[in-house]
């Protein structure tokens, strides 16, 4: 019974152990607030995607993350892609697109952009492996063990996005703050989408622009 146990301990740790290392693949590089300032529930926040996507799919499911992150803290989040569709403020002039926001009574617009995706081509070399004395026939014993002995060495391409957020106010046209952040290889665009919410967000409680609820 304390075998059982331990193994599905063992099993437990390792499970939360790759989780975590999932969650943990976008990190926080650089993050600026303006001194004295924090963000009220009572105000409304527009997040506003520009990232490179022909669908606009990326750019909606970036959007939806970032405000079901803020409305778990509390806050008071909408959609720019929900509100107005994809690229509505594309050619429009600065008056115009602010009253669009100011009509809907936004008091703070978050972008978020992505600033540059690079590839970076590795490789990972062969090993060799040593297991316990096998004692039959020679011959079987290569066959068997060749490939699980000698493993050659092989190319993995790793993908690294970088994104900044930055959180304007409608009222005086003022940054407030400015995070960038760094996503390697992410399992798929979803992933990338709620772990950069999540560690955007948690950065903002950090610097204490928005209060834990």
């Known amino acids: 019974m304390m075998k059982q146990m331990k193994i599905l301990t063992v099993v437990v740790l390792s499970g939360l152990a790759l989780f975590l290392s999932a969650c943990s693949s976008t990190k926080v590089t650089s993050s600026w607030k ?12 527009m997040v506003l995607g520009l990232v490179q996507d022909r669908q606009g799919a990326l750019q909606a499911r970036m959007e939806e993350e970032m405000v079901a992150a803020l409305k778990q803290k509390g806050y008071n989040a909408v959609s720019a892609y929900e509100t107005y569709g994809p690229k509505t403020f594309k ?10 926001i100011r009509k809907k009574d936004v008091d703070q617009v978050l972008t978020i952009v992505m600033l540059d995706k690079s590839k970076e081509k590795n490789y990972v070399p062969g090993r060799t492996m040593f297991y316990r004395p096998y004692y039959g026939g020679w011959w079987s014993y290569y066959g068997s063990m060749y490939n699980r002995i000698y493993e050659p060495g092989y190319y993995t391409t790793n ?8 959180l304007y106010s409608m009222k005086n046209k003022q940054l407030l703050y400015s995070v960038r952040t760094e996503t390697f290889d992410p399992s798929s665009a979803a992933r990338m989408a709620v772990v950069y919410s999540q560690q955007v967000v948690k950065d903002m409680t950090k610097q204490q622009l928005i209060t834990q609820r």
């Open 34 to 45: 303006e001194p004295e300032t924090s963000l009220s529930p009572d105000q409304k926040i």
């Open 159 to 166: 993908t690294k996005y970088f994104l900044e957020s930055n």
């Open 91 to 100: 050619g429009l002039k600065e008056e115009k697109a602010m009253n669009m």
